[in-house]
């Protein structure tokens, strides 16, 4: 287990605990948002929008030199931090916190392990001080053990229920409307816009299809292995408390090829965990494009890169010019961050 | 890789060395594919084609009880067998000789290892002798090591080029014509078509779309371990040594889950290989199809089911009708079994 981390660990309490201002909206830009009705109308008129569309209609233009059939359209798309927020901590670990406080009462066990204990007590400084190792009990308590119906049926209850504790938000209203909008207009235009995170691939899938209208066939992640088994007189698929595959830097393109099982032409991420997925993707002939989603916005999201504990951007920052990729200012290029600010 | 077998090897020898007599056709039976404008003109009418088509249509017409939203239509298929014919032995096991003889003359260091030595002087008995590990070793050889490019490269070029030793065919067109009639049909009624095969997911991904229309995406088989890694100053994908996932018997709803996400509502196999995969899909609440193509024509095609060393069906054959699956008689069901006869 010691890859199944949410990278560098020690210093999320840190994130975790500092007092954010609840992100300010900014419902001025709003207003133009109906007026147009070419592709993307959420996206501010410039540079990055213009290079998205020019690719897309260059694409699937069958007079163009750099058209593509159909059936090679695959654009894959990180998770976190590019479809929807990641601050203060990825959305997964709340819901794995949640998850040990709500089953705690049929589990008295727990509290005679350290991390879960100092969870039930709201204290993750303590919890998260065993580093990987705790992460690791976090992740398989409130992860594994369960059928396949079961977890997903957990993860959507947790979805309806939870807040974000800056914004008040539900989870699934901090994704990013100008990233779904172009998801869409993606797939209008031919495309297969697939799932490709270093979270857990059955935690997206049990709400993708709702949120971003991507079925779970089209989501790559991180894995626990899992057994097909007798449950309740009935034969099921249970998720066992051992990594299958994690999905994070070099293992992208590793699950691109084992799930997808061809080159994507256009990817889309926001941290250094998302350098090879784009190397992989913008690395061969023909038209391709690998596109950086830079969070610049302190006011209406969370500005952060080199620095930041979650969604590091440090390589991709110094190379994405030298390498042809298209740097997204979220500040600047975005008419609205949330479907509803 | 103890594993990775193709099933009681030991005895694939007889059936390989064994003279079949080529497989005649019955050209009486295509006159009257032509004629009729229904779904699925190349099955017979009778009890197995009524059941597939009732099935379909019940769960596409809206105003039915057993009506199923498009995203969860999904049907599953094995290969070997049930889209594809696979005696004397199953295909890839051909394209592994086949490279291996391709191959030998930049590798004197193989005429060291006795299976692979054997297999270049044309003695498989002496070759297949080393069991599970002399399987291994031919497969290993001929499929790792190489860029995911290369594989696919390779095996387009085999498929290409090779004739099947008793057919004198394409492999690619020992497929069943009314399997993929039915696929298509399918696809036309909302229906997602994967294909969940215990051979390599690579060698089926590099023709699977031209030959039945089906995208690398929707192929899940099993797989060797990949890594990311620089070749020939490129990054690329490479196929390594060592099992990933063996996708067979409880394997197959494994692959199922890890892949496609979601329970299928059809499930077509042949073997005993695929019983978990139709017990997986048919054992929930809603309307489930599980069926079973039982290779009954010694004339247009092979008869084999509970001895066969390829695609041994009994347990199957045993409980189909107590789990009410349905059996297809290869012999009475299908007008035409490849599609040129």
């Not at 949410?6 to 001025?28: E, M, N, R, T, W």
Request: aromatic fraction near 12%; glycine fraction near 8%.
């Amino acid at each position: 287990m010691k890859h199944f981390t949410f990278h560098q660990i020690s210093g999320l309490l840190l994130i975790f605990f500092v007092s954010y201002c609840a992100p300010k909206q900014d419902y001025d830009s709003l207003e133009s948002v109906v007026v147009e009705e070419t592709a993307l109308t959420s996206w501010n008129d410039g540079p990055s929008k213009q290079k998205i569309i020019q690719f897309v209609e260059k694409t699937t233009d069958s007079s163009s030199p750099d058209f593509v059939p159909e059936s090679k359209r695959i654009a894959v798309f990180d998770n976190d931090g590019t479809l929807w927020a990641e601050n203060p901590v990825y959305f997964q670990l709340f819901y794995a916190i949640d998850f040990i406080k709500k089953h705690s009462p049929g589990h008295p066990e727990w509290s005679a392990n350290p991390t879960l204990k100092a969870i039930l007590e709201d204290d993750l400084q303590t919890a998260l001080e065993g580093g990987e190792k705790a992460l690791a009990e976090i992740v398989m308590v409130s992860h594994a053990g369960m059928t396949e119906d079961q977890f997903t049926s957990s993860v959507r209850d947790w979805i309806k229920t939870s807040k974000h504790p800056q914004t008040g938000k539900a989870f699934n209203q901090m994704i990013y409307y100008p990233m779904v909008e172009l998801m869409e207009y993606l797939r209008e235009s031919g495309y297969k816009t697939f799932i490709v995170s270093g979270g857990g691939i059955d935690f997206i899938r049990a709400w993708a299809e709702e949120t971003y209208g991507i079925p779970p066939y089209q989501v790559v992640g991180s894995s626990l292995k899992a057994e097909y088994t007798e449950v309740d007189g009935k034969n099921q698929i249970v998720k066992l408390p051992e990594l299958n595959f994690y999905d994070d830097k070099a293992g992208k393109p590793v699950g691109i090829h084992q799930h997808i099982g061809e080159r994507p032409i256009m990817a889309f991420g926001n941290s250094d965990g998302d350098y090879e997925m784009l190397e992989y993707t913008t690395q061969s002939p023909g038209p391709r494009l690998g596109v950086y989603i830079h969070h610049t916005d302190s006011i209406r999201e969370y500005a952060y890169d080199r620095n930041s504990l979650v969604g590091q951007l440090v390589r991709g920052l110094d190379n994405a010019e030298s390498n042809g990729w298209l740097l997204v200012d979220m500040a600047k290029d975005w008419k609205i961050v949330y479907p509803n600010p």
